[in-house]
């Protein structure tokens, strides 16, 4: 137990200590760590590639995917079809790189869990839009769970938000683009419309009000199209 003030200190300064670096691991995987003659730009490139993180996710472990939460995920997209595919999911080791994912669906038959899986991403470290300086701004980043403590793999963002950043994210991870390009068409509609805010879970549209013309700015996805043409540059 902690009983004098200096011991305190200590905690909360190994506390920091320890948070600190685990934010410069996590940036590291973006990229976001660099080494010039200009420091000011190099703590300038930092803070770019964290909030821009923050509004997209980092991946969790490389190209590596946890069963439990890969099974979780189509669990929630389509119940009926985990049900059919029980006995192939049990079949996968608790965890896998993503061409070992490819490979699997490649011998599959079924479009909706090619689909499904094709757009998994296990990301985290992600929140929904709202600039952190602005103080009317409310968001969180989930990283455990309140109970358990266990680890949270979560993400979403508005639209623009996430696809913009993903564009930045795929020059640290080019084999995931093609999920991220799965997503995009998948929450399209057939005429050209998108969802205004994607998570992990699926997408929240807005409610349209008839006497207010700019609540549909959330379904315009023709000046928008500009973000699935960077990834398929890739």
Not at 20 to 41: I, P
Not at 186 to 194: P, V
Not at 205 to 228: A, F, K, M, N, R
Request: glycine content about 6%; aromatic content about 14%; proline content about 4%.
């Amino acid at each position: 137990s902690i009983r004098k003030s200096s011991d305190l200190i200590e905690v909360l300064k190994t506390s920091l200590k320890e948070d600190t670096n685990q934010l410069k691991s996590l940036v590291a995987t973006a990229d976001g760590l660099q080494c010039t003659g200009d420091m000011d730009a190099d703590v300038r490139h930092f803070s770019n590639t964290m909030f821009n993180m923050m509004r997209g996710g980092v991946f969790d472990d490389n190209y590596r995917i946890e069963k439990t939460d890969f099974v979780q995920y189509l669990g929630r997209a389509n119940k009926k079809l985990v049900h059919a595919v029980k006995k192939d999911l049990e079949r996968l080791p608790e965890t896998f790189d993503l061409p070992y994912l490819q490979q699997m669906l490649m011998q599959r038959p079924d479009k909706d869990l090619v689909r499904l899986s094709m757009e998994y991403l296990p990301l985290k470290f992600s929140r929904r839009h709202g600039d952190p300086s602005r103080p009317w701004n409310k968001f969180s980043i989930r990283t455990k769970d309140e109970i358990d403590g266990s680890k949270i793999l979560y993400y979403e963002g508005n639209w623009r938000d996430i696809f913009q950043n993903w564009e930045a994210l795929a020059f640290s991870y080019p084999e995931f683009t093609e999920g991220m390009v799965f997503k995009f068409l998948n929450a399209s509609t057939f005429d050209g419309y998108n969802p205004y805010r994607v998570t992990k879970d699926g997408f929240d549209w807005e409610t349209i009000e008839h006497d207010d013309p700019w609540s549909y700015i959330g379904y315009w996805g023709d000046h928008q199209i500009i973000y699935l043409l960077k990834l398929l540059e890739f």
